[in-house]
């Protein structure tokens, strides 16, 4: 028997070495974490699109706004600007002072484009051209510096995005289209907490976005308004918005 | 034969250890991964540069042009001081974009390419893979024009046509008409940076077309800001 010169040593620890390597990289290895998350995407519904708010009044027939939570003074607000509707001398809205929306942005019936990425879903508005930013990795710090829009943190729950907004400053409204035309005046405070639930429909043509509103230095308790949307067909586009360049009423 | 034979080893585990880690690779036909918060190096100062060598080809109509157009900016920037004034809210042109000491995104999806401006909150679509827009057919003319896009290999490749005379390509007033067109190349030269040149024609101003370049870096942890020019306000990351 003549003996084989080469030793199986080395042999094998190559053989064995290429094995662990293959495997690592082969569809038979067990699926990773960015796979699972993968998966679990690919369950949810697809946001990117332009989107427009289906309108109607948001309280339904409760144009005075009987079922909204007011405390005294945000109540007197909002009554005062019924009767300046009434009057002729409506309240004037941030939308047609150039000046950011907040919450209300969510309310206007122009088109809205959804756009999604790993880390941000970018709500992008047709009026003012404004952007939303929600981050979808990060938890919320325990303060915030106050601003126009507030700061947005997003989660899945299922196929239902989960989106918490703090940090709100108190020049802008909640809406000011209870009662279209002329403009109302539904205040906020810096202590505004958002939270929209946002559901698609099975068809994935419409999404239905339920706000509650938690400002315990506005409301008397956390209050509810749901907005619908609707997908416009695939050519269409967010316009050119210069606010500047709109005949606007700047009356002060 | 024992010599040969470790060598052989080694090479099989070297390729095979290195397939393993190279995988995942980026595939060869996706693009750079673009996202994140990208600020221009330098500031203004290299696109202002180059814009001040641009009105050495501006044609006899360009320079009477830019006669009105320096006196109209002149003009808005002394009314803008006063605060109600919105047009400080208006976007500048879309080359000094290009030169601002402000942040940018630009988030790259298959359709569409989106560059967000801190500065004036300005937004440019660009719908990727269509035919530039003809001016005669645009459903409007914007000061930003109207823009597509597609990938060269690593260069995002931006066209804008369908601009409106309305804007300034510079702080000064260089004008900028319907017959305006440029092409940007953005490409990534760096992990976390950024190559970007504009090239700017317009028959009617310039009597030949002129090109600004700069360079961008991406912060990572940096965020964009909100920037509020509406009546009465001016909030932004620099006067807070």
């Known amino acids: ?252 | 034969m024992m010599r040969e034979f470790g060598r052989c080893s080694a090479l099989m585990l070297l390729s095979v250890a290195a397939l393993a880690a190279g995988a995942p690779a980026r595939a060869a036909d996706s693009p750079p991964d673009l996202s994140g918060v990208w600020w221009l190096d330098g500031g203004a100062k290299p696109a202002l540069q180059g814009l001040a060598a641009a009105r050495q080809k501006l044609s006899a109509q360009g320079r009477a042009r830019f006669v009105e157009t320096k006196a109209e900016k002149a003009s808005i920037d002394a009314k803008v001081k006063d605060l109600t004034d919105v047009r400080k809210c208006v976007p500048p042109g879309v080359t000094r974009l290009w030169g601002l000491p402000f942040p940018f995104e630009i988030v790259a999806k298959p359709d569409v390419t989106v560059l967000l401006f801190e500065h004036t909150h300005s937004l440019r679509f660009a719908y990727m893979n269509q035919p530039r827009v003809d001016p005669e057919q645009a459903v409007s003319l914007n000061r930003l024009g109207s823009s597509v896009g597609r990938w060269e290999g690593d260069t995002l490749v931006i066209e804008t046509t369908a601009f409106s005379n309305l804007g300034f390509l510079d702080e000064e007033g260089l004008p900028q008409g319907e017959k305006l067109e440029t092409v940007e190349r953005i490409r990534p030269i760096g992990p976390n940076k950024l190559s970007i040149s504009i090239e700017v024609k317009d028959p009617e101003f310039y009597s030949e077309p002129w090109t600004l370049n700069v360079t961008a870096t991406r912060r990572p942890g940096s965020t964009i800001e909100e920037y509020v020019c509406g009546y009465g306000v001016l909030e932004t990351r620099y006067t807070k």
């Open chain 1, 1 to 252: 028997m003549i003996r084989n010169a080469i030793s199986t040593r080395p042999v094998r620890a190559w053989l064995l070495s290429s094995v662990v390597a293959l495997g690592l990289s082969s569809p038979l290895a067990l699926p990773t974490a960015a796979q699972a998350a993968e998966a679990a995407a690919a369950t949810r519904p697809k946001l990117d699109g332009v989107w427009r708010n289906r309108g109607g009044r948001p309280l339904g027939d409760d144009m005075t706004a009987k079922s909204i939570p007011f405390q005294p003074w945000s109540r007197a607000l909002f009554d005062k600007s019924l009767a300046d509707n009434a009057a002729g001398t409506p309240y004037n809205a941030n939308r047609e002072r150039c000046l950011p929306q907040g919450v209300d942005i969510m309310f206007v019936r122009y088109n809205t484009q959804l756009i999604e990425t790993p880390k941000i879903i970018y709500i992008l508005s047709e009026w003012g051209n404004e952007v939303r930013r929600v981050f979808m990795d990060q938890t919320p710090p325990k303060t915030f510096k106050p601003s126009w829009n507030g700061h947005s943190y997003g989660r899945w729950e299922g196929s239902t995005l989960v989106i918490d907004t703090y940090g709100f400053n108190a020049r802008t409204n909640i809406t000011t289209d209870i009662l279209p035309p002329g403009r109302t005046n539904l205040t906020h405070t810096d202590k505004l907490h958002l939270t929209e639930r946002l559901t698609w429909s099975a068809d994935g043509k419409s999404f239905r976005n339920e706000l509650t509103f938690d400002d315990p230095g506005a409301f008397t308790k956390p209050w509810t308004n749901v907005q619908n949307y609707d997908l416009q067909t695939p050519d269409t586009k967010i316009f050119e918005f210069v606010c500047a360049d709109s005949p606007l009423d700047l009356n002060g």
